[in-house]
């Protein structure tokens, strides 16, 4: 595996730094003051910022399907999205946040024509958000077989009925459909062709959206987490998705990318959060000197940057499997990086928040934020011990059988 980067993205990524350092960095706290005014909508530095990464041409780099986006693969992008995780709002910038980006990869894989149009090109514009909407709160949606949500057949139209929560995006007034997870065929014996994914503009009757969740107490505005209930909510027919039954097959095909993505972004959380507890460190007086004097502070410091470059290879090995082999022969790889990174992020993390002390737990520094969301991760897009599970079947499997015909040959 070659680990360095192309003179391609060696210059995208010179770019990109740049620009964070130029604009980014500086905006932070005007970002967090504007929210205040207007939670739900999108503040004026936001926009100002977009246009600029679109003059810089950095825009849409996370789809590796040149006619959408910049055409680079997974690997490319992975130190982009690590760049853009420093700040938790920075991907959105350069068109590259969640949920948009599983969605938009979702339309552009499976998509038909016309669902394209609508819906693929204002969200490549950046003119609209997205929410995806899987999460229930009734059954454990961490087995997607589990889903209660109904979808039916009614002539033209499908209808829709169910309960949904942490539905991430949908608070933003700016959202203005959700792929919605439900079953068409809920006793067909394949358990994996009962669901079917389809698109619902947030305006539809019926959609009920019952109040933002909290995650460790952030509202996570502007894109917030919604409950949201689906009340007889009817649409056409050809808002359905690749076809009934083929909602798990979509589902697998977004969460490859959308968990490694994940893991690029917390490896960048993970880095900011190693240099603030240096520079603290450097320039933090204790007991009449810097705290970098301390042994344990060292330790941390220096296990804290081990655990991050060994995500970091991790992450780029995934990836590069996912690009040479597809998401499926790589998925033992994408499990150990979604376990390992996730971790590795809240474990930094927190002892960048320790080497700051009281300050690290409040609004001044941007720590305590970061590690609701690395925390968050360790459910979101499926939890540690479903990828554990699925991880060490596959191993055991493996090496079960590699161990059988290595005795067959003694």
Known sequence: MEFEYSEKVQGLLER????????????????????QDDPWGEPPIMEALKEKAREAELWNLFLPDSRFGAGLTNLEYAPLAEEMGKVLFASEIFNCSAPDTGNMEVLAQYGSEAQRETWLRPLLEGNIRSAFAMTEPKVASSDATNIETSIVRDGDEYVINGHKFYISGLMNKRCKVMIVMGKTDPTNPDRHRQQSQILVPTD???VKIIRPMQVFGYDDAPEGHAEVIFENVRVPASNLIFGEGRGFEIAQGRLGPGRIHHCMRLIGQAQRALEMMAGRAENRIVFGRPMSKQGSVREDIARSACEIEQARLLTLKAAAQMDRLGNKAAKDLIAMIKVVAPQMACKVIDRAIQIHGAAGLSQDYSLAHHYAYARTIRLADGPDQVHMMQLGRNLAARYAAETAQGEEHV
């Open 16 to 35: 990109l730094k740049s620009f964070m350092q130029e604009y980014v960095y500086p905006a932070e706290s005007t970002y967090i003051q504007q929210l």
């Open 204 to 206: 539809t009757p019926g």
